[in-house]
């Protein structure tokens, strides 16, 4: 099961490339998108690892997008 976060502005192309290549980095992460209106960021992890995750998420994000903040929204059933 995935979780979806909201952002907190839209981001631009290249922020969300540069965001998305920084997650693909991280051990756990076993898939992460961010949806075609910039609006939100889908995180699948491997093991639940969310908190772990979650903490570099926040980090990249911040970091990336001069900033940016992440708010949970949902889960993903998949």
Do not use: P
Not at 17 to 41: C, F, G, P, S, W
Not at 43 to 67: F, H, L, W
């Amino acid at each position: 099961m995935g979780r979806y976060y909201h952002l907190s502005r839209q981001v631009t192309n290249l922020e969300s490339a540069m965001i998305l290549r920084d997650m693909k980095q991280l051990k756990n992460v076993k898939n992460v998108e961010i949806t075609d209106d910039h609006a939100y960021l889908k995180v699948i992890t491997m093991d639940d690892q969310y908190a772990e995750v979650m903490t570099s998420a926040v980090n990249i994000c911040s970091k990336v997008a001069r900033g940016l903040e992440l708010s949970f929204r949902r889960f993903v059933l998949e």
